[in-house]
T-cell receptor, first 111, second 117 residues
Framework: DAGITQSPRYKITETGRQVTLMCHQT?????MFWYRQDLGHGLRLIYYSAAADITDKGEVPDGYVVSRSKTENFPLTLESATRSQTSVYFC??????????FGPGTRLTVT | AQKVTQAQTEISVVEKEDVTLDCVYETRDTTYYLFWYKQPPSGELVFLIR??????QNEISGRYSWNFQKSTSSFNFTITASQVVDSAVYFCALNRYSGAGSYQLTFGKGTKLSVIP
C-alpha cells in the first residue's frame, strides 16, 4: 500500500530496554521526521532527515537515535527507555510543498 | 521567533452550528506556508490545507473554509453546519527555515472541537 506506515502500533517496554520504532514510506520523499505527542506539549520534533545518511536533531533529541540508510526507512531507537519517553510517536514525510504526511502513530508505554 | 498560537483550547458546538477555529502566527520570514491538520479520536493526523503567504484568497472546500489575513497574521478555519464527524483536535502549523536548506513545521497546541448531536 502506498503511504507511510509505522510499526509496531503499540508497544509496552520496561525502563532501561532498547526499543526501535519503524517508519516506512512509499513516496520516495526526501525529508522524514519523528515527532512525539504528549498532552500539554503538542507535537514536538525529535529528529529529522533530509535524505539517506543525513539526519539532524529537532527540539527534543535526548535519549533517541536515528538512522537512515535507505530513503524509504527512518527508524527511531530509544537506547535505554525511560518513563518520560512514554508517548505517542509519529513519523512523517514531506511532500512537494512543505506539507507533511503522517503515519498512524506508535503508542509507547515504558513501565 | 516562529510561533503559532491557537488560543481556543476546547470548543463545543451543537450539530449544524458553524464554528471558527482561530490561528495566529508569528514569523520573520517574508515567504512562508501555513497548514491545518485534523486529528480525529482515532489518532491519525490528517493534512487538510496548505496556504502560501502570497495567496490571500480565501479557500472553500465543501463545508470547510479558510480565511488567511496577512495583516493580522491569522489563518482561521471555519466549519459550516458542523457534524459529529468533525469532532477532532485541529492543529495549525507554520513552516520555518531551520538552516542548511531545511524547513520544519511549528505546530500550535491544537483546538479540541466537540460537536454534540
Amino acid at each position: 500500500d502506498a503511504g507511510i506506515t509505522q510499526s509496531p502500533r503499540y508497544k509496552i517496554t520496561e525502563t532501561g530496554r532498547q526499543v526501535t520504532l519503524m517508519c516506512h514510506q512509499t513516496w520516495s520523499h526526501s525529508y522524514m521526521f519523528w515527532y512525539r505527542q504528549d498532552l500539554g506539549h503538542g507535537l514536538r520534533l525529535i529528529y529529522y532527515s533530509a535524505a539517506a545518511d543525513i539526519t539532524d536533531k529537532g527540539e527534543v533529541p535526548d535519549g533517541y537515535v536515528v538512522s537512515r540508510s535507505k530513503t524509504e526507512n527512518f527508524p527511531l531507537t530509544l537506547e535505554s527507555a525511560t518513563r518520560s519517553q512514554t508517548s505517542v510517536y509519529f513519523c512523517a514525510s514531506r511532500g512537494l510543498v512543505y506539507e507533511q504526511y503522517f503515519g498512524p502513530g506508535t503508542r509507547l508505554t515504558v513501565t | 521567533a516562529q510561533k503559532v498560537t491557537q488560543a481556543q483550547t476546547e470548543i463545543s458546538v451543537v450539530e449544524k452550528e458553524d464554528v471558527t477555529l482561530d490561528c495566529v502566527y508569528e514569523t520573520r520570514d517574508t515567504t512562508y506556508y501555513l497548514f491545518w491538520y485534523k486529528q480525529p479520536p482515532s489518532g491519525e493526523l490528517v493534512f487538510l490545507i496548505r496556504r502560501n503567504s502570497f495567496d490571500e484568497q480565501n479557500e472553500i472546500s465543501g463545508r470547510y473554509s479558510w480565511n488567511f489575513q496577512k495583516s493580522t497574521s491569522s489563518f482561521n478555519f471555519t466549519i459550516t453546519a458542523s457534524q459529529v464527524v468533525d469532532s477532532a483536535v485541529y492543529f495549525c502549523a507554520l513552516n520555518r527555515y531551520s538552516g542548511a536548506g531545511s524547513y520544519q513545521l511549528t505546530f500550535g497546541k491544537g483546538t479540541k472541537l466537540s460537536v454534540i448531536p
